[in-house]
């Protein structure tokens, strides 16, 4: 028997001529694209670590302990101390508000809801707000907190602004996080005679944990670069000296405050691109830019790694 | 109907988070209840209440917290000022934010913060009714300078006519006014700042600027000074301030105008047009610690030594 | 060990349940934390939409102005037009090609990730994915002031044109003026819309399930014909999804587009010539006016107009999927 074999189906058809020939042509194929999409993932990271020798290199003089933990300064480059520390003030403030209410959100959306009209809409409405463009939750936050409320430019506002904007995200890792919990888990907490409210708290939470943990360092991380949000809530101040043994925080003038306006990194690399004075601009610039793409890769790799290790310590696998 | 739901709406939210400290640490309570939507804008017939710069004791020592808000322009000499205030006066907190002539004019309307800095009057962008709230307090002078990139050599003067050729889009090649064969590429503020109407109303009467591809819009100050330097052939309008900044004069071709050089001292003198006034409102007459950085605002310590370190010229001799 | 409240007071005996036991209070709680959203969100529309609606409520404008491509809101020089034609032609040109460019790109990634690469290449690409999303967008504006717009300029300043040997000048575009123009707008939005465009893509491909693959091989396919055939029309609606996220994305990003694309109120003609968007427009103009005046409600209106594309490209996401689960 010698009768030659034909292949099913020969997708890539049109080319009449020998089997041979349709072969090679679908191998010249398959190996074009194979080194095209390798190139597209060398491209990628061709891009990003050009990017960060770019900053690296543009902020090797500039970025020292002096920088994180100096002042402002006209006649020197200075540091960036205020600046960093409203940063991180408003993060924290923002996570303070938004990682409970998230989890809490997230728990509801896994354990309790079902295909109904009230859980339809809280996905549309997770889905709308986390399309919004952050310029339009900005002039929101502007609107109600800032004009409406008369708070004027403060860090509490950035911080309730921003909340609006990570809730969404914040929610639906939760939910991701709480439903990768197996069910056989549930199912054996349920047999053991515990209630529904104390199978959450009890066994699926802690074993979301790794997941939840992960979900907070990210949305963390969005959180420390956003500018376009708090360019209209928490204001664009002239940075000055704080002073932190200054611990009352009704005192605009205390660092610890939240009712004072608050220039954080993001805000203050525009600010200075629009209106920098002075000889080092662009260095300081620089300098922040390098500080900010850091702290977001600490963020990024930091939640990777934690989320990994606290898996590994908390549960079996 | 819809705005009174609006504001029972913020009214729910206010009560929920209980966070009205935000304005009431404030030295000056407003005495302005927030109207509802102001009517038509009036155009500038209205002759402004006349500004009060009469000579007080140069330093009283006042304690409190208050915020000034507003132009980009004045932020520089408002924030040193106070610097310096609360440097001498330990009890006293002045905060500073920037945000635009705009924010501050509505804000300190508002009664969200107790100074607006403006580089425009009151009257030419509020309802009359508000503005007729505002007591206007001159503070500094400042002044403008067209400049260009460094290619475009022989071009040392500008008349006022030629500006006129030059931004109404008639003359699109330097080599018209006397220049190197290099197209004209225009570097406008947004039409909304202050800087635009003042060199549109000053300079060129009035007449309707070029638009279209060798046209750029950016932001402020800084923005615009990074366009100039990276562009063939750009001319702008920029602060006397960023024009002496030891960055960026040697990159930078300044003009004269109709042969005046653009000096602090020909603008204080009269001779060079292009300036105008710095204001900061006040809602009603001030008192307390704002009456007493103002009365600084105007004495010897800020006209006689600040306001020409900074490139701006002085109100009170 | 769980307390077991219920049965906490005598075995075998029941008590009454306790007041929130009765009206099951975590339930509610995180009911209300999860409703929160709802609220949040009709919050959110009604301002805006109030607010963007009294430029024709309050000032009385025609709905026909605003689709006029005159822009003149200044009430010194009447007469005052608000035509919002060319931000919203700026958005959807800058917002097109950085589609053009990088869906592309994007889609390759995903599948070198799902389909091509090793473990070892996944485990760098990936994090590296990561990292992009996570570059703030003020630091894009940077990169792009700083490096692109004068690469542009001093590349290609003078005209640019494409001609073949017999048919001649195919393609003819005058050089750039000056760095700031579309291009740049939309080279700095694909890359940031790059991450978002490949991972939903990538989760797309990851859920089509193993045994078309086995299937499409054991015909005796290549991986490209695979891929090209089967793996691409299954993951359509997918990728379709990745393609209107990136375009929300790209649509509402306001300070990076700001800073390189030169915001210059006309349509513009060529890929090399400055423009405008809706968001670069609202950040130059907000802080210089006036709560209340003409002028602020028309970017008020331009913001209401951001609201309903991201609005409706949520319910577009919802079409392209219900039409997938029904079929």
Request: net charge neutral; hydrophobic share 50%; proline share 6%.
């Amino acid at each position: 028997m010698t009768t030659a074999y034909t292949p099913a189906s020969e997708p890539s058809g049109g080319r009449s001529g020998s089997l041979r020939g349709r072969r090679t042509g679908s191998i010249l194929a398959d190996r074009a694209a194979t080194v095209l999409l390798w190139g597209t993932g060398c491209f990628v990271l061709l891009v990003l670590g050009s990017i960060i020798l770019h900053f690296a290199l543009a902020a090797w003089g500039v970025v020292s302990v002096n920088f994180v933990v100096g002042d402002p300064s006209e006649t020197s480059l200075g540091g960036i101390l205020p600046i960093l520390w409203n940063s991180v003030y408003i993060l924290v403030l923002t996570m303070m508000i938004s990682v409970p209410l998230g989890i809490l959100g997230g728990i509801y959306m896994s354990e309790y809801a079902v295909e109904n009209a009230i859980t339809n809409a809280i996905r549309f409405a997770e889905e709308s707000i986390s399309s919004v463009p952050s310029i339009v939750v900005g002039l929101f936050g502007l609107i109600l907190f800032v004009d409406d409320l008369h708070w004027g430019f403060c860090a509490l506002a950035g911080a309730l602004a921003l909340t609006l904007f990570n809730l969404p995200l914040m929610t639906r890792l939760s939910e991701q996080a709480l439903r990768a919990v197996p069910l056989d888990e549930r199912s054996a907490s349920l047999a053991l005679g515990a209630t529904k409210w104390q199978t959450i708290r009890h066994v699926v939470v802690p074993l979301a944990i790794p997941g939840l943990v992960t979900g907070v360092i990210l949305t963390a991380g969005r959180v420390f670069g956003e500018a376009a949000v708090l360019l209209f809530t928490s204001g664009i101040g002239t940075p000055v000296h704080y002073n932190f043994l200054n611990l009352d925080i009704t005192n605009p003038a205390s660092p610890w405050s939240p009712f004072r306006p608050a220039t954080t990194l993001a805000v203050y690399i525009w600010k200075l691109n629009s209106e920098g004075l002075g000889i080092y601009v662009r260095q300081v610039v620089d300098g922040s830019a390098a500080i900010l793409i850091s702290m977001v890769l600490i963020f990024n790799l930091g939640a990777r790694g934690l989320g990994r290790l606290l898996t590994r310590r908390l549960t079996a696998a | 109907m819809l705005n009174g739901i609006r504001r029972i709406g913020a009214v729910g939210v206010a009560a929920a988070l209980v966070a009205s400290a935000c304005s009431s640490s404030a030295a000056t309570p407003s005495p302005v209840p927030v109207t509802s939507a102001p009517t038509v804008m009036a155009s500038a017939v209205v002759t402004p209440p006349p500004a009060t710069p009469t000579p007080v004791p140069t330093l009283s020592c006042q304690s409190g917290n208050i915020t000034a808000a507003g132009s980009t322009a004045l932020q520089p000499l408002v924030q040193a000022a106070a610097t310096a205030y609360q440097n001498q006066c330990s009890g006293a907190t002045i905060v500073v934010n920037g945000g635009g002539s705009g924010t501050g004019l509505s804000q300190v309307a508002a009664g969200s913060v107790q100074i607006g800095d403006s580089d425009v009057t009151a009257e030419s962008k509020l309802a009359t009714a508000d503005a007729a709230k505002l007591v206007d307090h001159i503070v500094a002078k400042q002044g403008w300078i067209v400049v260009t990139n460094l290619d475009v050599t022989g071009v040392k003067n500008l008349t006022t006519q030629q500006n006129i050729d030059i931004w109404t889009g008639k003359d699109t090649n330097w080599n018209q006014v006397g220049g190197p064969d290099l197209p004209i590429v225009l570097i406008f503020r947004p039409s909304s700042s202050g800087t635009r109407s003042t060199f549109k109303k000053i300079v060129l009467g009035g007449a309707t600027e070029a638009t279209g591809g060798q046209t750029l819009t950016e932001d402020s100050n800084g923005a615009v000074t990074t366009a100039v330097t990276k562009t063939n052939g750009a001319v702008s309008v920029i602060g006397f301030a960023y024009y002496n900044d030891p960055a960026n004069k040697p990159l930078l071709n300044g003009l004269q105008l109709d042969g005046i050089d653009a000096t602090v001292s020909n603008m204080a003198g009269g001779t060079y047009k292009l300036a105008a006034d710095g204001h900061m409102y006040t809602n009603g007459q001030p008192s307390g610690l704002t009456a007493a950085f103002l009365a600084y605002m105007l004495g010897p310590n800020v006209q006689g030594t600040l306001i020409p370190s900074l490139s701006y010229a002085p109100v009170v001799k | 060990m769980a307390q077991l409240t219920s049965a906490r007071r005598a075995p075998g005996l029941r008590v009454a349940p306790s007041f929130s036991e009765r009206i099951d209070l975590p339930q509610r709680v995180v009911l209300v934390a999860a409703g929160s959203m709802i609220a949040i969100v009709v919050l959110l529309l009604t301002f805006v939409t109030w607010q963007g609606l009294q430029l024709f409520l309050k000032d009385g404008v025609s709905i026909t102005q605003i689709l006029s491509s005159t822009w003149q809101p200044d009430p010194t020089y009447p007469p005052v037009i608000f035509g919002l034609l060319p931000f919203i032609a700026g958005t959807v040109y800058v917002t097109a090609v950085a589609l053009i460019i990088s869906t592309p790109l994007s889609v390759g990634l995903a599948l070198f990730l799902s389909e091509v690469a090793p473990n070892w290449a996944k485990s760098i690409v990936q994090p590296a994915l990561e990292i992009f999303v996570g570059i703030p967008s003020v630091v894009w504006g940077w990169l792009g002031i700083t490096i692109l717009v004068p690469f542009l300029s001093s590349t290609f300043p003078a005209h640019i044109s494409i001609s073949l040997p017999i048919v001649g000048t195919v393609f003819g575009m005058p050089g750039f003026l000056t760095g700031f123009s579309w291009l740049a707008g939309s080279l700095v939005l694909s890359v940031m819309v790059l991450p978002t465009i490949t991972s939903v893509s990538y989760d797309a491909f990851q859920a089509i399930p193993q045994e078309l693959r086995t299937a499409s091989l054991a015909l005796g396919t290549t991986r490209w014909q695979t891929i090209r055939h089967i793996l691409i029309p299954a993951a359509l609606s997918g990728v379709l999804t990745a393609v209107v996220l990136g375009m929300t994305r790209a649509a509402g990003e306001a300070l990076a587009v700001q800073m390189v694309i030169g915001n210059s109120p006309t349509l513009p003609t060529a890929l090399t010539q400055p423009l405008t968007t809706l968001t670069s427009q609202i950040t130059l103009d907000m802080g210089n006016t006036v709560f209340g005046e003409p002028w602020q409600d028309a970017l008020w209106t331009m913001s209401l107009v951001l609201l309903a594309i991201s609005i409706l490209s949520v319910v577009l996401v919802r079409l392209i999927n219900a039409r997938r689960l029904g079929a």
